[in-house]
């Protein structure tokens, strides 16, 4: 069987920041529709926190959650205990990895392609992913400014290098 392909999806702050309390510091609708569209009808692999602060389940994605707790089980969620596990139940069909930290953590060495929303502004959170683009290993492939919004973003695709 061959691997599905890997996209991380991700809005991080200037700062690093990607969450607070278990959502987002900010509320930015162009990258709730983004998100929506980069991730319809794949596969969306997430921590048990981020499927927690989901409103619900979201339609037309299978939700894999990757929790270290055996008896954990949710309405509309299928569970995984590892990365490979999650990749496993994927079969062939597109992953889109959606969080949080430490899920971003272990999929960053597999993923194929990172879809970023840069919020240009500092926020105060309590979670926190260095720029990708730090290790040398992603290279831009594109880039849409929206820099009169409030706050100011961008979104950016990376392609590894």
Not at 7 to 23: E, F, P, Q, Y
Not at 43 to 71: A, C
Not at 112 to 128: H, K, S, Y
Not at 129 to 137: A, N
């Amino acid at each position: 069987m061959r691997r599905p392909l890997i996209t991380l999806v991700v809005a991080r702050a200037s700062n690093g920041v990607i969450g607070k309390d278990g959502g987002l510091p900010w509320h930015i609708s162009a990258d709730l529709k983004r998100f929506k569209a980069l991730t319809m009808g794949t596969v969306l692999v997430m921590g048990r926190k981020t499927f927690d602060s989901l409103p619900k389940v979201l339609p037309g994605r299978r939700h894999v959650v990757i929790t270290r707790d055996r008896g954990w089980r949710a309405d509309g969620a299928e569970v995984a205990h590892s990365a490979g596990e999650a990749l496993e139940m994927a079969g062939d069909e597109p992953v889109s990895v959606i969080g949080g930290a430490d899920i971003f953590g272990l999929f960053l060495p597999l993923a194929d392609r990172i879809e970023l929303t840069e919020v240009l502004a500092d926020f105060v959170g309590d979670t926190f992913l260095e720029d990708p683009r730090s290790t040398g290993e992603w290279r831009e492939v594109e880039r849409q400014d929206h820099p009169d919004e409030d706050p100011p973003f961008r979104f950016v695709t990376l392609e590894r290098a």
